[in-house]
């Protein structure tokens, strides 16, 4: 059974950092990543890594500010977060075994991050 177990979330404040995990089990090999959702808004592609962590591909809006990554030794996903803004405000959601960048087979429960102005 997969299962994606994410943490790393909070409260912090513009300009600062963040770092959220993503430890996988029942899988292994797959793309990872990360996808949000904001209050009233349709949930969004982030950025996401290949199985062997070599090829990496983010969303726009978070491109020179944000880092994915993975270690297959720990089954473990990374999203280092740098720059914060009010509006990267959303419940942050691992996923595997990636659709492109709409969608995925397998979803964590999502964690909130808060940026405050």
């Known amino acids: 059974q997969v299962q994606l177990v994410e943490s790393g979330g909070g409260l912090v404040q513009a300009g600062g950092s963040l770092r959220l995990s993503c430890a996988a089990s029942?899988?292994?090999?797959?793309?990872y990543g990360w996808f949000r959702q904001a209050p009233g808004n349709e949930r969004e592609f982030v950025a996401r890594?290949?199985?062997?962590?070599?090829?990496?591909y983010y969303a726009d809006s978070v491109k020179g500010r944000f880092i994915i990554s993975r270690d297959n030794v720990k089954n473990t996903v990374y999203l280092q977060m740098n720059s914060l803004k009010p509006e990267d405000t959303a419940v942050y959601y691992c996923?595997?075994?990636?659709?492109?960048?709409?969608?995925?087979?397998?979803w964590g429960q999502g964690t909130q991050v808060t940026v405050s102005s």
């Open positions: 996923a595997a075994d990636l659709i492109g960048t709409t969608g995925a087979s397998y």
């Open positions: 029942g899988l292994r090999f797959s793309t």
């Open positions: 890594v290949s199985w062997n962590g070599v090829s990496t």
